[in-house]
């Protein structure tokens, strides 16, 4: 019933930008914490950013601050990770997650979707 769907991925060139997205439909008991976290092949996945969709609370990464930002349109069910001044070190596949609270610990999430590659050259 629930489901998280990423888009937004693809590949840029150090400096730009990219738009994720994370429609995500059937966590009806409250509203959640949504979460963008991130993998890179041989890493632990990591947080990015996260927002109490019930209050639009938003919490960001040390490394990311300043360049991504999440938001959301609750109109729409969706939630957003915009990402300025790329790095080739922000290369992952990125996720979003849905859970209770917003918390660095990935298996306090209880759902995820299935990614989005970011890809970032220099």
């Known amino acids: 019933q629930v489901q998280l769907v990423e888009s937004g991925g693809g590949s840029v060139q150090a400096g730009g930008s990219l738009r994720l997205s994370c429609a995500f439909s059937g966590y009806s008991n409250r509203r959640p914490c949504m979460g963008w976290f991130r993998q890179a092949p041989g890493a632990e996945r990591e947080g990015v950013a996260w927002?109490?969709?019930?209050?639009?609370?938003?919490y960001h990464a040390e490394s990311v601050k300043g360049r991504f930002t999440i938001s959301q349109d609750n109109a729409k069910n969706t939630v957003y990770l915009q990402m300025n001044s790329l790095k080739p070190e922000d290369t992952s596949l990125y996720y979003c997650?849905?859970?209770?609270?917003?918390?660095?610990?990935?298996?306090?999430?209880?759902?995820w979707g299935q990614g989005t590659q970011v890809t970032v050259s220099s």
């Open positions: 997650a849905a859970g209770r609270r917003c918390t660095v610990i990935p298996a306090d999430f209880d759902y």
């Open positions: 927002i109490y969709t019930g209050t639009g609370t938003t």
